[in-house]
């Protein structure tokens, strides 16, 4: 992970930052199904 270190903002850190903001965002998107379907399952028993 060269590109902060040396480097401006404008240099590949930006695309960085939004693939580590997309994937935190797929995480939560995940969990959030999994913990909707673990409750609509809980609730049908």
């Known amino acids: 992970m ?5 480097m401006g903002m ?5 695309v960085e930052a ?4 997309g994937g935190v965002v797929l995480t939560l998107a995940a969990i959030g ?4 379907a673990a409750l609509r399952t809980r609730r049908h028993d």
């Not at 060269?2 to 040396?6: A, V």
């Not at 404008?10 to 930006?14: C, N």
């Not at 199904?33 to 909707?36: R, S």
């Open 2 to 6: 060269p590109t902060f270190l040396g």
């Open 10 to 14: 404008d240099s590949g850190w930006g």
């Open 18 to 21: 939004l693939w580590l903001l």
């Open 33 to 36: 199904v999994v913990a909707l």
